[in-house]
């Protein structure tokens, strides 16, 4: 490869697209090339921006399709400057176009994606926060030192037990064994406030074994019941309850 065709390579090597015989060449050409270094440069901080700003994950193949094209068309070299204009600026506007679509479609391909990632990422730290928050509650009902226990038999061979604690105005309900419920239905909990019944939260429903922490503080309630209700939960009880335990005194 001679130097005449490692000065093409800038756009490719900013993009990450080079072999790893051709990326190696082009390292040690750009430890004697400034010319090159600068546009390089140039092109990486244009493609990471790019990538930072795209928020639609693009269609499939993008990526490809425009690595493909750009093989087919040959890059200006950076050339030497005839007049008394920089030779940066006579180089940038020389730039071929094709350097600056890849850069724009390839940094939206990967940015999307990137993006993408990174809002996964941060819904997964957020849920993990909100679970660590959750068991701090639980374990705060679970320990105090007015903590009352009530267990029940529940049907199919299922155990509850609730753990109330006045002073943390909470309550936890411990299932063990609990059947699934049918599809597309849920396990709702519920506080009974002499005999008016108070939406307390949803069970998970993939789960037979659990502690959950009730929805809203105790308030009085002189116990709780489950019901199985529509996905999403409901306001009021729609069936009658699978379950009612009384508050222990």
Same mark, same amino acid.
């Given at each position: 490869?001679? +130097? ?14 080079? @072999? ?50 750009? +093989? ?19 180089? %940038?506007?020389?730039?071929?176009? %094709?350097? *600056?679509? &890849? ?5 939206? &391909? ?5 993006? %993408? ?24 009902? *679970?320990?105090? @030192?007015?903590?009352? +226990? ?8 299922? =155990?509850?037990?609730?753990?109330? =604690? ?8 411990? /299932? ?19 005999? +008016? ?8 429903? &993939? ?6 922490? *009730? ?6 309630? =002189?116990?709780? !019941?489950?019901?199985?209700? @529509? /996905? !999403?939960? =409901? /306001? ?11 508050? @222990?005194?």
């Amino acid at each position: 490869m001679t +130097t005449a065709d490692l000065h093409t390579l800038t756009g490719a090597y900013a993009l990450h697209a080079l @072999p790893d015989d051709e990326r190696a060449a082009f390292e040690r050409h750009l430890a004697e090339c400034p010319a090159c270094r600068d546009e390089t440069a140039e092109l990486t901080a244009t493609a990471a921006r790019l990538g930072l700003a795209a928020s639609a994950v693009p269609r499939p193949g993008l990526r490809d399709e425009v690595l493909r094209r750009i +093989t087919t068309v040959r890059q200006e070299s950076p050339g030497t400057v005839r007049t008394g204009r920089p030779a940066r600026g006579r180089r %940038w506007q020389r730039a071929s176009r %094709w350097a *600056l679509a &890849a850069c724009v479609a390839v940094a939206a &391909a990967l940015g999307g994606t990137a993006v %993408w990632q990174h809002q996964r990422a941060q819904d997964a730290n957020e849920q993990a926060r909100r679970a660590e928050q959750n068991n701090d509650r639980i374990a705060a009902v *679970l320990s105090a @030192p007015d903590a009352r +226990t009530a267990s029940a038999k529940l049907a199919g061979g299922a =155990s509850g037990t609730v753990v109330v =604690s006045g002073s943390q105005d909470r309550a936890v309900f411990l /299932a063990s064994g609990m059947a699934h419920p049918p599809r597309g239905k849920v396990y709702q909990l519920w506080f009974d406030d002499a005999g +008016t019944m108070r939406s307390a939260g949803l069970m998970d429903s &993939a789960r037979t074994d659990q502690a959950v922490l *009730l929805d809203g503080g105790v308030d009085g309630a =002189s116990g709780m !019941g489950i019901t199985v209700e @529509p /996905a !999403g939960g =409901s /306001a009021h009880p729609t069936s009658a309850p699978v379950a009612l335990m009384k508050f @222990p005194a």
